[in-house]
């Protein structure tokens, strides 16, 4: 039956959305070890928990529902895939293993500052990137070809609102857990989908004339 549903899996899906269904499967499954590890109610595990279902909750997200609804996309480098594949199966380990086994909150962590201003802050980050990818999905209508200046949202202030989306939601899963790995992922975060933004930010400015030039790259109005 697994043998079945995975060759039907590669026969309707195309490509470049497998890539990116199965580099974020592979990091979902060993975090969800944690619910596993986890059992009662106290408030280290409640903790544990709740930081556990906000990493999987977008990886979920990306993984199962972000695939299907992109219309069309360049076909991802087989190369490409194996590296991102590679750096979730280890940061999906670092993160659950970290959650699982080391990582310790006292019985009112849930209403402790730094979780609550983390919390909030990936659950902003949250709804800024999947917001920015709805507008980013929607700029062209059905049937019409070449490239347009994203608008709204937080695209009006830095051209990378997708990637400011995912960094500020990433520094926010960090600061709610207050460990040194989910410190590490959100700033392999920052350099990574920076270093991108950038490229789009300048790809923007040489395409357009017209294209805003008070936008900032990725943190709004600062870089």
């Known amino acids: 039956l697994f043998l079945f549903g995975a060759c039907l899996f590669t026969l309707i899906i195309p490509w470049e ?3 990116r269904f199965l580099s974020q499967m592979g990091l979902h499954l060993w975090i969800c070890h944690v619910f ?11 903790g544990k928990a709740i930081n556990a279902f906000n990493f999987t909750f977008l990886v979920r997200y990306r ?3 972000f695939p299907l609804l992109i219309r069309e996309g360049k076909p991802t480098p087989f190369f490409t895939f194996v590296l991102a594949l ?17 990582a310790e909150y006292p019985s009112g962590w849930l209403k402790d500052p ?25 700029l062209r209508k059905p049937g019409e070809s070449g490239y347009k200046i994203p608008r709204g949202g937080m695209f ?19 600061l709610a857990c207050c460990t040194i790995e989910s410190l590490a992922f959100a700033l392999c975060t920052l350099f990574i989908l920076g270093s991108r933004a950038k490229q ?6 040489e395409k357009f004339e017209d294209y805003p030039k008070n936008r900032k790259i990725v943190i709004p109005f600062v870089y």
């Open 156 to 174: 009006e202030y830095v051209s990378g609102a997708n990637f400011f989306g995912e960094i500020l939601e990433w520094f926010g899963f960090a």
């Open 200 to 205: 789009h930010h300048q790809w923007y400015l």
């Open 36 to 46: 596993n590890r986890c059992h009662g109610v106290d408030g280290d595990c409640q």
């Open 17 to 19: 959305k497998q890539s």
């Open 114 to 138: 730094c979780f609550i201003t983390g919390f909030i802050g990936w659950l902003t980050g949250m709804a800024i990137n999947i917001h920015s990818d709805h507008i980013l999905r929607n």
């Open 86 to 102: 590679l750096f979730c199966v280890y940061n999906g380990y670092l993160q659950g293993r970290s959650l699982s086994n080391y």
């Open 63 to 65: 993984a199962l529902i």
